[in-house]
């Protein structure tokens, strides 16, 4: 007799997510058809994960939460033939954005196409494989800037694990960073990990800092993931540079001054889809590329802070909300 697959649904439309109040936790048919089927075992929890869910509504009425995750092959499909049962994998499932069954994470099991899994190497455990999707959106942005070597980059929600991957990344690749905080006990974590410059939001002036850190030129572009007024940060970036809007964390709105407009400063959306959908060959090379930094330690994850089994989601969402992500990654296992 096949199990149960339980399913943590999202609302679609409904605002209210941080305490999970519009999430529901469903049983459905365990999948036995097409492509690979995967028991997921772990997940993590990020609080951007919540911003994202809107973005898949746009494209999927069936939304099933996660974006990250990995697990172990359950069934092959007919014709798939690249993976062996039991084999540990992570599921690309930022190209379900498209597809009418929006599929996540954050259940007992899913049905992949074999082009979208990746094998993970023993060398990797589960908690890291878990958050490769987030690790590659590092990658692939620091890649993207085509940031001069030597120019300075600076970016909002530094403290974030995004945010920490992307200044190991430029110091790797001999770029700077300035990085914006919002508590001074951050600030060493991130000079140690190797960033340039950590300015404290809530008791700094940004601009007088950036323009005496960069001796009056400006940042080569700014990055984004918090949205709002976004004025202060544009003012950081040299005529005719770019201000990347990632995520919206605080407001799906970006204000930016005409005196910037004015400045060429341009606003773009930046997202790792055209990545994942367009060229999947690529997308696996980015990321093996990623997993041979993480093999080296030149990236690393932050510390588990807590896990819980994914029938308990609902005190994983509160349990993120109520750190912030500060503590550490937040884990659901099954």
């Known amino acids: 007799m096949q199990m149960a697959n339980r399913t943590v649904f999202w609302n679609a439309g409904s605002a209210n997510l941080l305490d999970g109040t519009e999430m529901v936790l469903r049983e459905k048919p365990k999948p036995s058809a097409g492509h690979v089927v995967v028991r997921m075992t ?52 930022v190209s379900s954005l498209y597809d009418e069954q929006g599929e996540g994470s954050w259940q007992d099991y899913t049905v992949v196409p074999e082009e979208d899994l990746l094998a993970v190497p023993d060398s990797i455990p589960n908690e890291v494989a878990a958050q490769l999707e987030n690790a590659w959106t590092a990658y692939a942005l620091v890649l993207d800037l085509g940031l001069p070597e030597g120019e300075y980059l600076l970016q909002t929600a530094a403290g974030s694990s995004i945010g920490r991957w992307v200044i190991r990344l430029a110091k790797r690749w001999g770029l700077k960073s300035i990085n914006i ?44 993931c918090v949205g709002g007024p976004i004025s202060k940060v544009a003012s950081c970036i040299r005529d005719g540079g770019q201000m990347l809007a990632i995520g919206t964390l605080e407001s799906e709105e970006f204000i930016i001054s ?17 990545h994942c959908i367009q060229a999947k060959d690529l997308r696996d090379k980015e990321v093996m590329e990623v997993l041979k930094l ?7 994850s932050r510390p588990i802070w807590k896990k819980f089994p994914l029938k ?6 509160l349990e993120v909300q109520a750190s912030r992500g500060r503590q550490g990654i937040v884990m659901m296992t099954s």
């Not at 869910?53 to 069936?62: A, C, N, P, Q």
């Not at 308990?312 to 969402?317: D, M």
């Open 181 to 224: 905080v919002r508590r001074d006990e951050v600030k060493e974590e991130l000079k140690d990990l190797g960033a340039d410059e950590v300015i404290n939001s809530t008791t700094e002036d940004i601009v007088a800092r950036v323009k005496e850190i960069t001796g009056g030129k400006g940042v080569y572009v700014g990055i984004d």
């Open 42 to 93: 772990t997940r993590p929890v990020y609080v951007e994960e919540f911003v994202g869910l809107e973005l898949r509504s746009v494209y999927s009425r069936k939304v099933v939460v996660g974006i990250d995750g990995c697990g172990l092959v359950e069934e092959l499909g007919e014709g798939a033939s690249k993976f062996n049962l039991g084999q540990r994998v992570h599921p690309f499932f």
């Open 294 to 300: 993480f093999e080296q330690k030149i990236l690393e």
């Open 258 to 274: 005409l005196i910037d407009l004015f400045r060429g400063i341009q606003l773009k959306n930046w997202d790792i889809l055209p």
């Open 312 to 317: 308990n989601f609902k005190e994983a969402i």
